[in-house]
T-cell receptor, first 110, second 113 residues
Framework: QKEVEQNSGPLSVPEGAIASLNCTYS??????FFWYRQYSGKSPELIMS????GDKEDGRFTAQLNKASQYVSLLIRDSQPSDSATYLC??????????FGQGTELSVKP | DVKVTQSSRYLVKRTGEKVFLECVQD?????MFWYRQDPGLGLRLIYF???????EKGDIPEGYSVSREKKERFSLILESASTNQTSMYLC????????????FGPGTRLTVT
């Protein structure tokens, strides 16, 4: 079982819709969770971090964490074509390293 | 803003050459990391360092070594480059006493011919 799992996609949504990206993790003791956006040919860019159960909102982005279900998600409201990218979920392990999922490719169609 | 820089965006080397990839961060971060990223394989950790002169092997250290003589600089060394080391190399750093948010450099696209 992979430690951090994401659907690879591609996930296609129309412009203006809500994009929902999901991630599950295997280590129940994990405490820190991150979402990165990566455009083709570029390095990952940190867009959200979340540490407590519940929702955390930042502009059009909302991260949701459910530690009991070992599930973290990212919602992108009013999706724009510029949001088209690969989104990486990362979980900090007990040794301090980040464990990354394989990423979900998002395509926002005009 | 955290800034992580890498010495080259694109690099072409020949098989057997010794290759140095340099990474510098300007935020006094203790922890630094080297990854490679390949299509279908995701991000894979090569080496990391928690402090000056300290290094730990990641998941795929074979064929690589690292050097951390100063806190702000973490170097990745390919002792004898091979074609299977053609990849995107990404450096990252974290301040361990804070939020543990990890920031990446722009990456080096290395091609070994």
């Amino acid at each position: 079982q992979k430690e951090v799992e994401q659907n690879s996609g591609p996930l296609s949504v129309p412009e203006g819709a809500i994009a929902s990206l999901n991630c599950t993790y295997s280590d129940r003791g994990s405490q820190s969770f991150f979402w990165y956006r990566q455009y083709s040919g570029k390095s990952p860019e940190l867009i959200m971090s979340i540490y407590s159960n519940g929702d955390k909102e930042d502009g059009r982005f909302t991260a949701q964490l459910n530690k009991a279900s070992q599930y973290v998600s990212l919602l992108i409201r009013d999706s724009q074509p510029s949001d088209s990218a690969t989104y990486l979920c990362a979980v900090r392990d007990r040794g301090g390293k980040l464990i990354f999922g394989q990423g979900t490719e998002l395509s926002v169609k005009p | 803003d955290v800034k992580v820089t890498q010495s080259s965006r694109y690099l072409v080397k020949r098989t057997g050459e010794k290759v140095f990839l340099e990474c510098v961060q300007d935020m006094d971060h203790e922890n630094m990391f080297w990854y490679r990223q390949d299509p279908g394989l995701g991000l894979r950790l090569i080496y990391f360092s928690y402090d000056v002169k300290m290094k730990e092997k990641g998941d795929i250290p074979e064929g690589y070594s690292v050097s951390r003589e100063k806190k702000e600089r973490f170097s990745l060394i390919l002792e004898s480059a091979s074609t299977n080391q053609t990849s995107m190399y990404l450096c990252a750093s974290i301040f361990s006493g804070g939020s543990y948010e990890q920031y990446f450099g722009p990456g080096t696209r290395l091609t070994v011919t």
